[in-house]
């Protein structure tokens, strides 16, 4: 018989190189407490804490998670390591760094070759919220819950705009 499935086991993993990357993951995190999707957050960096970034990649899929969102900023190679680490789809994060204003995370991230891909989301914040609105329509089908709530969310979202067409008022 199959074992009942763990209801809080987290589903998706948030990921990021530096406990300075929580101001931009913060948004991934709340994005999915308010769609009821189950996750963790753990910071591992791929430099500084590389054993951990292997054990955390290959322990993914056995854990349940079924996206992992990495974040990080600078050279990020982060979201790449993880994701030649797992079959888990990674979804990549670029932070706004300070001296480049996170086009170097950007182009780490993105320009992964051809064979180990990592879906790549905006710089910052928004890349950070998109990232965990895709992570829950990867969810919907399976979680009908993450579903309903994805689409209210986006109506709201949509009956916001209708509603205040005007900019002046
Ligand atoms: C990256 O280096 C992290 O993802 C972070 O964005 C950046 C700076 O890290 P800290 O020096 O703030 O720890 O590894």
Do not use: C
């Not at 791929?46 to 322990?59: C, G, I, K, N």
């Not at 329509?137 to 109506?155: C, K, S, T, V, Y």
């Amino acid at each position: 018989m199959t074992p009942p499935e763990n209801a809080s086991a987290p589903l998706v993993g948030i990921v990021m190189g530096s406990r300075s990357d929580w101001e931009t993951m913060q948004h991934a995190a709340a994005k999915l407490e308010a769609l009821g999707v189950p996750h963790e957050v753990r910071v591992v960096s791929a430099h500084r804490t590389p054993d951990v970034l292997f054990s955390y990649a290959e322990s993914a899929a056995g854990r349940g998670l079924r996206a992992i969102i990495a974040g990080a900023g600078g050279a990020a190679h982060l979201p790449g390591m993880l994701a030649s680490k797992t079959a888990v789809p990674v979804l990549g994060v670029p932070v706004q760094s300070k001296a480049l204003n996170g086009m170097d995370s950007l182009l780490s991230i993105v320009q992964m070759p051809a064979g180990i891909p990592v879906g790549t989301f905006a710089i910052g914040n928004a890349g950070a919220a998109n990232a965990a609105l895709f992570a829950a329509a990867m969810l919907a089908h399976e979680h009908p819950g993450i579903g309903a709530a994805l689409a209210a969310f986006r109506q709201k979202q949509t009956d916001d705009v209708a509603g205040n067409d005007d900019p002046r008022r």
